[in-house]
């Protein structure tokens, strides 16, 4: 099985820079991936790992280190409508993803 | 426009009845999964499909069962409906291979008195 951590909530300024951490353990690990989440809405789909490193997109960055179990994600020159909740999921060998309970972002003017 | 659909929006139940949340995705995924999301715990799987004619149990399998009848429906039934399966449910599907991704419906937000 999975267990994956990440904080509940943070709070950031408009135009600042937010790292959400993740850290997980697994028993069979087959990537990481982070979804967006607004209130009232869906999970979308905003990044995916599988090997060491850094993934950029645009104003967002994931790093993972499988070694370590820890994966960020990085929200730069934040938004007003970057407010959501940010959920952290691991895939196993089964190609099933179990998530975290996710990381309440607030931007602030 | 391709995706993902989930009916009812919202429903109110009575304890006892039974319950059919509908999902129907028209991008030919293979796999499909329903999740339920419950405030502080996060995403849990329930019941997944990897391919037309098979079913799997997720996390929290316990009073739903599921049918995968063809590739683009993925019904999820409550058989007799309690309160602590008072939830928001999600639809979710992906093509099944190696670095696929899985794409959300709206969700059904559900309230079992």
């Known amino acids: 099985g999975q267990n994956i951590d990440q904080p509940t909530e943070m709070t950031a300024t408009e135009g600042a820079i937010v790292q959400i951490n993740c850290t997980y353990q697994t028993s069979g690990f087959n990537g990481l991936f982070w979804y967006q989440q607004h209130a009232g809405e869906a999970p979308t789909f905003l990044s995916y790992?599988?090997?060491?490193g850094l993934e950029e997109k645009g104003r967002f960055s994931s790093f993972l280190s499988r070694s370590k179990g820890y994966s960020y994600l990085l929200l730069k020159e934040l938004q007003m409508k970057d407010s959501a909740s940010y959920l952290c999921?691991?895939?196993?060998?089964?190609?099933?993803?179990?998530f975290g309970a996710g990381t309440t972002v607030t931007v602030r003017a | 426009i391709a995706g993902i659909t989930q009916a009812p929006t919202s429903q109110i139940l009575a304890a006892g009845r039974r319950m059919t949340l509908r999902c129907t995705q028209d991008?030919?995924?293979?796999?499909m999964y329903w999740y339920r999301q419950d405030l502080g715990l996060g995403l849990r799987l329930i019941h997944y499909?990897?391919?037309?004619?098979?079913?799997g149990k997720g996390e929290v399998p316990d009073g739903y069962s599921v049918s995968r009848a063809n590739t683009d429906d993925f019904p999820l039934t409550l058989a007799s409906a309690v309160p602590s399966q008072t939830s928001v449910y999600f639809c979710?599907?992906?093509?099944?291979?190696?670095?696929?991704?899985?794409?959300f419906g709206p969700g059904t937000r559900l309230t079992v008195l």
């Open positions: 499909s990897n391919t037309a004619g098979t079913t």
């Open positions: 999921a691991v895939r196993d060998r089964d190609y099933k993803l179990s």
């Open positions: 790992n599988v090997l060491d």
């Open positions: 991008m030919r995924h293979n796999a």
């Open positions: 979710a599907s992906s093509d099944g291979t190696g670095g696929d991704t899985q794409y």
